[in-house]
């Protein structure tokens, strides 16, 4: 059956000299993996430099309903973006984006909220003069919500932040998986914020890696199996 559907590439492998497996979500279908041919040909290599993280899509694929990789039959990009491939910045953020969704978004699931969030955030990074340096943390704090493991905001001052049970406490948490005060007030400020208002949260690169660090590790904590993101350090060392 041929469908239409918008789609957010989240990742490729090259299968052949010809060919690549490209992993998409899709407004329509959730997560579907797309076989796509004739790369090497002259019309093909130039559509390959479309694959890059989280580009948005207009597709017309062969869907099977029994088959867990489908059969591309037309593609167009559907959001251009002009800042993203030119920033490194920008790039990098949206390496990290991709690689994130790719290990937590597993299922077919049609989820028309994750995929409007995702959609608004690529074209926010693209888009975005100021403030850019806080929106992969402002990015995961937010999915954290749509991800199914987001705390609530606390209108309370000087508090702890348990990673374990995903709430703001008073008082330090038994376990060691915890944010202190200084943490815990800058995720709660991120639990409000929007992307416009990042320009006005003021870091430092420690800052912002410490919480790099502390959200990773709470994306872990509650969804187990997420494999190392290897472009975790390459934020580090943009942001720092």
């Known amino acids: ?141 937010t999915l954290t919500a749509y991800a199914g493991i987001g705390p609530s905001s606390s209108p309370a001052s000087g508090c702890y932040f348990d990673m374990l049970s995903g709430q703001f406490t008073s008082d330090p948490p038994m376990n060691p998986d915890y944010l202190e005060p200084g943490f815990a007030a800058l995720l709660n400020r991120l639990l409000k914020a929007t992307a416009g208002e990042l320009a006005d949260i003021h870091l430092t690169g420690e800052e912002r890696t410490g919480l790099l660090n502390q959200m990773v590790r709470y994306y872990q904590l509650h969804l187990p199996g997420i494999r190392h993101i290897k472009s975790l350090q390459v934020l580090k060392e943009i942001f720092r």
């Not at 041929?2 to 990742?11: E, G, R, S």
């Not at 000299?17 to 019309?43: A, C, P, Q, W």
């Not at 390496?95 to 994130?100: Q, S």
């Open 1 to 141: 059956m041929i469908v239409k559907t918008k789609a957010i590439l989240l990742h490729h492998v090259r299968y052949s000299d010809n060919s690549l497996i490209v992993h998409f979500y899709t407004r329509e279908y959730g997560r579907l993996s797309v076989m796509v041919k004739g790369i090497s040909s002259r019309k093909g290599s130039t559509k390959y430099t479309y694959f890059q993280p989280l580009y948005i899509f207009d597709l017309e694929i062969y869907h099977y309903e029994n088959r867990e990789i489908h059969n591309l039959k037309e593609l167009n990009l559907s959001y251009i973006p002009r800042n993203i491939p030119a920033d490194i910045r920008r790039s990098s953020i949206a390496m990290f984006m991709g690689e994130l969704l790719n290990n937590i978004i597993r299922e077919e699931d049609v989820n028309l909220a994750l995929y409007t969030f995702i959609e608004s955030s690529v074209i926010s990074l693209d888009e975005m003069v100021e403030g850019i340096s806080n929106f992969h943390l402002w990015f995961l704090v």
